[in-house]
């Protein structure tokens, strides 16, 4: 299914949003949690990459701080923007690639590579991110080891459960 959408949105508008991207990884590199944070709405809904679910502005402001004053202290984010679509006038759909790095470390361990999707909205502020999402990157190898083991897992556990329930008709 293909979606097509009309927008008024200008060249402007993806330069603002590549911006908020950028100052949203700046601030994470300050370790500036409340300059981290405004780049989201105030009702923002954010899931990190183990899947914690913030909502509001407030609890992400919380949950960067505790982490920079802890495990994260010295990260910085490095990443590029991959594409933004206007889903309408004043709503983009982002999705950017990149991890955190510690001080000591130069590049990207691939174990921390990660995408995120956010939906950008036009507000009062100027560009912010409503929804955020993010999420390791890893593929499987559809001919791997494992794959197939669990292929073969599921088909036991499939035959097994069909076996035992009761007929019906």
């Known amino acids: 299914m293909t979606t097509t959408t009309t ?43 183990d899947g914690t679910r913030l ?14 004053a802890g495990v994260l202290r010295g990260t910085r984010i490095v990443g590029e923007v991959d594409d933004i679509r206007p889903l309408g006038p004043d709503v983009a759909l982002v ?3 990149g991890a955190v790095l510690f001080p000591w470390q130069q590049q990207t361990p691939r174990a ?11 507000t009062d502020e ?6 955020f999402h993010n ?10 080891l494992f794959v197939r083991a669990f292929a073969w897992w599921v088909r036991m556990r499939t035959a097994a459960a069909q076996a035992s329930a009761p007929a019906t008709g």
């Open 112 to 122: 921390r590579a990660s995408i995120q999707t956010m939906i950008a909205v036009r």
């Open 135 to 144: 999420t390791r990157v890893r593929p499987l190898a559809q001919d791997g």
């Open 95 to 97: 999705h950017t690639h």
């Open 7 to 49: 927008t008024t949105m200008t060249p402007d508008d993806t330069t603002e949003l590549r911006a908020l991207v950028d100052t949203a990884h700046a601030a994470w590199g300050r370790n500036d949690a409340a300059a981290y944070a405004a780049c989201f709405t105030p009702d923002s809904d954010y899931i990190a990459f």
């Open 55 to 68: 909502r509001g502005r407030a609890a992400n402001e919380k949950l960067h701080q505790d982490l920079f």
């Open 126 to 131: 100027g560009w912010r991110f409503a929804a």
